[in-house]
C-alpha cells in the first residue's frame, strides 16, 4: 500500500503540462522468469525492471519490494517511471 502511495506522490505530487499526463501500469513480479516474460530476453544486466511505453500509457514491470526498507527495488521503480517520462535512454 505504501508503495502505490509514494507512486501517486510521484505522479500526481507535482504541477505537469497536460502533455506530460500518462497513464502508469504497474506490473509487481517475484521472479527472473518473470521480468524476462514481460520484458524479454535482450536485457544487457541483470533484469530488475523495464518501462514499456506506448502513447499516453507506461507499463512498469519490476520486483516487488520487500519493504519500505527495500532500497534497491523502490529505486528501479522511481527509474522504471523516470522511462515512462524521459524516454529509454539512460543520459
Known amino acids: 500500500m505504501r508503495i502505490a502511495a509514494i507512486l501517486v506522490m510521484l505522479l500526481f505530487g507535482c504541477d505537469q503540462a497536460q502533455s506530460d499526463a ?11 522468469a518473470e521480468v524476462k516474460q514481460h520484458c ?3 536485457m544487457i544486466l541483470e533484469p530488475l525492471g523495464c518501462a514499456k511505453v506506448a502513447g499516453a500509457s507506461c507499463r512498469i514491470v519490476a520486483y516487488e519490494p520487500r519493504g519500505f526498507d527495500d532500497h ?3 529505486e528501479t521503480l ?6 515512462c517520462y524521459r524516454g529509454p535512454k539512460h543520459i
Open 40 to 42: 524479454g530476453d535482450d
Open 72 to 74: 534497491r527495488r523502490l
Open 22 to 32: 500518462r497513464t502508469v501500469t504497474l506490473v509487481l513480479v517475484k521472479s527472473d
Open 78 to 83: 522511481g527509474h522504471e517511471l523516470w522511462h
